[in-house]
């Protein structure tokens, strides 16, 4: 079967662990559309940050793949992640959060209207993180990584990291909320939901906690990355985690995307 790259994944760390695993196209393929793939070449950069990507060099990649690619006509835009574990902690006073939160919204709103522009048949699919977990992931030499992200942003309880995390999605996703172009996908609670917190006293099971999840827990250990040397990540999903998410995603957006395309073919 002849296969058509429609989906451009621009963004951070995130969006580039979704592309190195593949996941787009196994969940594309395994969901009744093989002939559909994703690209995130060069536009899919660990540690980038929204701020990051304003920059007209940055712009031009995106510009650059879609050129390159002219069948794209969807792009998931996973940013500001980053740019709040940079800048966020316990400390920051509320003024000083919604500046924050503020600035991410330009810098998104910036690349979103860049994408746009590019073409008036182009969508843009928001999909951002799922909860972090720094309960068991900050002990010992392993976690020393993990141990000093917690304390930059002053060793937050799940409960208050999670809530503001929810806040600032709820933020960056407000151009979804204006514009008929733009799509929001919320995944907080799915590996909870999914993978539930079988170890725990008394234990949870998988499907007991329904999203967006409990804001008292972080995401389930097992659901985050391994790194090299055996080290659980904090933030970072691991492959079947992120083949959860972006199920989701295709759910909730790539499913009525793909199919309006396809209908469209016989109109």
């Known amino acids: 079967m002849a296969q058509t790259t429609k989906v451009l994944i621009v963004g951070d760390s995130w969006a580039e662990q979704q592309w190195n695993d593949g996941i787009h196209n196994q969940v ?10 994703a690209l995130g070449n060069d536009v899919a950069i660990s540690g980038s940050t929204a ?39 316990t400390a920051a006073m509320p003024m000083e959060v919604t500046a924050i939160q503020n600035q991410i919204i330009i810098d998104l709103q910036i690349v979103v209207d860049h994408i746009l522009a590019h073409d008036i048949g182009m969508e843009i699919v928001l999909s951002f993180y799922d909860y972090p977990n720094f309960e068991d992931t900050t002990g010992g030499f392993t976690g020393l990584i993990c141990a000093n992200l917690h304390n930059s942003l002053g060793n937050p309880a799940p409960l208050e990291l999670n809530t503001v995390a929810v806040s600032f999605e709820q933020a960056f996703a407000s151009s979804a909320s204006t514009n008929p172009k733009v799509f929001h996908v919320s995944h907080f609670g799915l590996m909870q939901n999914y993978f539930g917190f079988v170890d725990a006293d008394p234990p949870i099971q998988p499907g007991e906690i329904l999203p967006p999840g409990n804001l008292d827990l972080p995401s389930p250990v097992q659901s985050m990355r391994i790194n090299v040397g055996f080290v659980i990540d904090c933030f970072h999903l691991g492959a079947e985690g992120y083949d959860v998410l972006v199920q989701n995603t295709f759910d909730q957006y790539f499913r009525f995307r793909f199919d309006t395309i396809h209908k469209s073919l016989f109109e």
């Open 28 to 37: 594309f393929a395994d969901s009744n559309y093989p002939q559909f793939i």
């Open 51 to 89: 701020s990051d990507w304003v920059v007209p060099s940055e712009l031009q990649k995106i510009t650059d793949a879609l050129n390159a690619n002219p069948t794209i006509d969807t792009v998931q835009l996973t940013l500001g992640g980053n740019d709040f574990l940079d800048q966020w902690s």
